[in-house]
């Protein structure tokens, strides 16, 4: 099946850094997603992108498609921002509609 | 609020007992999926039901059964539970038609004593 591999796999960061956080998977997808999973457990949804350019506040994210590659940018980034980060990708080979994770990067924002 | 729910958010039990964990999609998705994630496993895929029928399977045991019913509401059941059963489950739903991805619910967080 599909692989994601996110790195770091952890990140210690000042309040007001910036950080790049950055997914690799194996195979093309037709689907790609970042969470943050909060202290409590809450997967929260931060951006849907298969390809392209978004951003939402501080953060955005850029997936590029043909290199099967996907980065997470954080910037100004707050106590709040702590967490792990998990890419997750849909496969486009029949049969597999599902997410596969990452292992995920664990931040933690230092005030 | 993601408009997924899940219930309850926390379940105490014993080991050898049997629970049920609830989840309701996300008003109009048709796909539900159910996760698991412990500490040394990540987040797993277990099954995937779509309008009431069994879709996908991952890494489900034999003791774990789920369903799907015609409110579109799905029951994931956990049998003969273990100490390895603790973990977080997650449900989430999905929406192929307007491309917003996967929403997962807030998850019920399973202690087997």
């Known amino acids: 099946g599909i692989q994601v591999e996110q790195s770091p796999p952890d990140l210690i960061l000042q309040e007001g850094a910036n950080s790049t956080l950055r997914c690799n998977f194996s195979d093309s997808v037709n689907n790609l997603q970042w969470f943050h999973q909060n202290p409590w457990g809450q997967l929260i949804n931060l951006f849907y992108?298969?390809?392209g350019t978004k951003q939402n506040g501080r953060l955005s994210a850029t997936t590029v498609a043909t290199e099967r590659y996907s980065l997470l940018y954080i910037s100004s980034s707050q106590t709040t921002d702590s967490g792990v980060y998990f890419c997750a990708v849909e496969s486009v080979k029949g049969g597999s509609e599902k997410l596969v994770f990452g292992k995920g990067t664990k931040l933690t924002v230092n005030p | 609020d993601s408009g997924v729910t899940q219930t309850p958010k926390h379940l105490i039990t014993a080991t050898g007992q049997r629970v049920t964990l609830r989840c309701s999609p996300r008003?109009?998705?048709?796909?539900v999926y159910w996760y698991q994630q412990s500490l040394d496993q990540g987040l797993q895929f277990l099954i995937q039901y779509y309008n009431g029928e069994e879709r996908a399977k991952g890494n489900i045991l034999e003791r774990f059964s789920a369903q799907q019913f015609p409110d579109l509401h799905s029951e994931l059941n956990l049998s003969s539970l273990e100490l390895g059963d603790s973990a977080l489950y997650f449900c989430?739903?999905?929406?192929?038609?307007?491309?917003?991805?996967?929403?997962f619910g807030s998850g019920t967080r399973l202690t087997v004593v």
């Open positions: 008003s109009g998705d048709l796909s």
């Open positions: 992108i298969p390809s």
């Open positions: 989430a739903s999905s929406d192929r038609e307007w491309n917003y991805g996967y929403t």
